[in-house]
């Protein structure tokens, strides 16, 4: 059944002092892995790595801004020209490597939320998951796109309404039980499920392609008794199509021992690094997340080397990390020199920051929660986001408003500074 094509509204003027301008904007394997692969090559140039989340009580919301990390600012690099309000109450989002489209998450008149595509030369958006039967009463989030733009993975959790899994909740790890990986077309022909942790008590998160195509990274919970949410890991698995039908080989555990919670955030641009948030030092609190990244071993080689930390938080996290599609850039959020009251009564804000690859030269690229600045919305959480294969734009998730949060996916004009 085809998703119902529509329109997008004109744009919003409501939130307060934001530059508001219209967008200037106006994709079979047949089960061939080696086509794949070749298709996949030509179209490297997007980057795209999907969601995370921060949940913290109000009590401690005036403390951790000032001690979350990385002050060693830095001048250099693209800065915020201006922030668009683009799609209204739209969630996690992906970028596809042409440019062509965004895909993203978005809840329905009951509460449950479906995958979308926005065509963003045309502004027709249709639904991919809406009226499917196998995906009746579920959460149909977190869409990543593979490079080739033929196929995106997502994420589906169960019973979606009877968890009480809403917007705010779903910007944090409770997005993450009875929820598996699958694999749907962008044309809405087929899908097929990859995983099958729900069946056995265990959750995922957020899978991310590599830039070749052929694998994929996530989050898997292995415990569920460990703190707020449990003990986590990371995960690869090597992407095979088996006469049309794809599934997941050859999975592997890249930095072996489990640990507290781990967000994946997808795979460098060499497609043998992976970069992930974690709670790893000690004394450390629960949601004081770093960014790391990982070497995994190559051929000949066996384990994976040690993880090198790129920020150093001790109470804030700092996560949504993606590479600028040249890949000398890293754009991520964090609560450094942020202070405000908690949105939606539930998530610390936050903004969006840049640094380059190997964690020097931070610089905070937004300020939504600074009553002097263009871009001011309120308290303001920055969510999942993707950066255009072009490098000038970032399309971000915005959580904003103290008493019920309102949602929305801004676009972010960057000048042309040192060029992502």
């Known amino acids: 059944m085809r998703g119902a094509e529509r329109h997008l509204t004109g744009l919003s003027s409501a939130a307060p002092r934001v530059r508001f301008r219209e967008s200037k904007y106006r994709s079979e394997l047949g089960g061939c ?4 692969k070749r298709r996949a090559r030509t179209q490297r140039t997007g980057a795209r790595a999907g969601g995370s989340w921060t949940l913290l009580s109000i009590a ?3 403390g951790l801004a000032a001690t979350s990390a990385n002050a060693q600012n830095g001048d250099n690099g693209p800065k915020l020209v201006r922030a668009t309000k683009w799609i209204d109450a739209g969630g996690r989002i992906a ?6 489209r965004v895909a993203y998450d978005r809840a329905d008149d009951r509460g449950l939320f479906q995958l979308y595509i926005l065509d963003v030369a045309t502004k027709s958006e249709r639904c991919l998951t809406c009226g499917v039967p196998e995906f009746k009463g ?21 019973n979606g309404r009877k968890l009480k899994t809403d917007g705010p909740a779903l910007l944090t790890p409770d997005r993450a039980p009875f929820a598996d990986l699958w694999l749907i077309r962008a044309d809405k022909k087929d899908f ?13 998160l957020d899978a991310h392609f590599s830039f070749e195509g052929d694998r994929l990274v996530w989050s898997e919970r292995v415990a569920s008794r460990k703190g707020r949410w449990g003990t ?20 592997r555990t890249p930095g072996g021992k489990p640990t507290g919670l781990l967000l994946a955030h997808g795979f460098a641009p060499d497609d043998r690094t992976l970069l992930f948030s974690a709670h790893l030092e000690e004394g450390q609190a629960e949601i004081g997340l770093d960014l790391y990244t990982l070497e995994q071993g190559g051929k000949g080689k066996t384990g994976d080397k040690g993880s090198v930390r790129l920020t150093h938080s001790r109470a804030g996290p700092e996560e949504y990390a993606r590479y600028a599609p040249r890949g000398d850039l890293l754009a991520f959020t964090s609560n450094a020199e942020v202070r405000g009251r908690p949105v939606a009564n539930r998530i610390l804000p936050n903004e969006l920051w840049l640094m380059k690859g190997d ?46 949060a309102k949602s929305a996916i801004f676009l972010l004009e960057l000048d042309d500074g040192a060029s992502p």
Request: proline share 4%; charged share 25%; no cysteine.
């Open 95 to 100: 970028w596809s490597a042409q440019g062509d």
């Open 359 to 404: 964690g020097t030269e931070k610089r905070r690229l937004t300020r939504f929660n600074d009553p002097l600045a263009d871009e001011y919305l309120g308290d303001t959480y920055v969510g999942d986001f993707a950066w255009n294969p072009r490098g000038r734009e970032i399309a971000v998730q915005l959580q904003y408003g103290t008493d019920g």
């Open 232 to 251: 986590w890991r990371l995960r690869t698995g090597q992407l095979e199509f088996k006469r049309g039908v794809p599934h997941l080989d050859k999975l």
């Open 33 to 36: 892995q080696t086509a794949m």
């Open 138 to 158: 579920d959460h149909s989030l977190n869409p990543a796109w593979h490079p080739s733009g033929d196929y995106l993975a997502f994420q589906v959790q169960r």
């Open 60 to 62: 401690l919301a005036a």
């Open 192 to 204: 097929w499920q990859l995983t099958r942790n729900a069946e056995i008590g265990s959750a995922v």
